[in-house]
């Protein structure tokens, strides 16, 4: 079992910056993906960014490409999602999820969830 809690959630104006973290209650001894995934009101979650930890390989939405970075500590314990030239469409929710499987697929489907933290971008 893995818990994970995020944190870094604020309100910022357009163009901002902001950086996600979500840490895990124990070392990852296996190799995950790690992602991160929003929802807005009234809209359906979408995926943000995943890496797997095998291989630091990355996914990005379009939407986020250019603007945000994933990124995790050597220690497999923090995720991390920098997010620069932020937009009011950014505003959502946003959970941090692992699994122990490589990504790709529905590989969130058999993921541990954080609680959330709200990202508000005003314009």
């Known amino acids: 079992q893995v818990q994970l809690v995020e944190s870094g959630g604020d309100s910022v104006q357009a163009g901002g910056s902001l950086r996600l973290s979500c840490a895990a209650s124990r070392y990852l001894v296996r190799s995950y993906c790690m992602g991160w995934f929003r929802q807005a009101p009234g809209k359906e979650r979408e995926g943000v960014a995943a890496v797997y930890t095998g291989d630091g390989s990355t996914t990005y939405a379009d939407s986020v490409k250019g603007r945000f970075t994933i990124s995790k500590d050597n220690g497999k314990i923090t995720l991390y999602l920098q997010m620069n030239s932020l937009k009011p469409e950014d505003t959502a929710t946003y959970y941090c999820?692992?699994?122990?499987?490589?990504?790709?697929?529905?590989?969130?489907?058999?993921?541990?969830w954080g609680q959330g933290t709200q990202v508000t971008v005003s314009s």
């Open positions: 999820a692992a699994a122990p499987r490589l990504c790709g697929g529905s590989w969130w489907q058999s993921a541990y």
